[in-house]
């Protein structure tokens, strides 16, 4: 499990991008680096970590599912995921 933190810090990121978005695009439509430049660091997209939604692990995610390979692997042995099962040969 990731830090509650760090998780909490995703969810701030996430909240500043949407936030600034209309602004960012106004500022990189005009060409005006120096006006994107004084805006928050972490109001750009591009600092977004995809997390898994359950544990917030941020490595091996899987984006069709939202959750990490681990998590899946477990839920989809246990049958909690539709139209998936293991595979046999």
Do not use: D, H
């Amino acid at each position: 499990m990731a830090k509650e933190s760090m998780k909490a810090r995703e969810v701030k990121r996430v909240k500043l991008a949407t936030k600034y978005a209309a602004r960012r695009a106004a500022f990189k439509a005009e060409g005006n680096y120096v006006a994107l430049s004084t805006l928050p660091r972490n109001s750009s997209p591009i600092r977004q970590r995809n997390r898994c939604k359950l544990t917030g692990r941020p490595r091996g995610y899987m984006r069709q599912f939202g959750i990490s390979r681990i998590t899946f692997r477990e839920m989809a042995s246990k049958g909690l995921i539709p139209g998936v099962r293991k595979a046999s040969w």
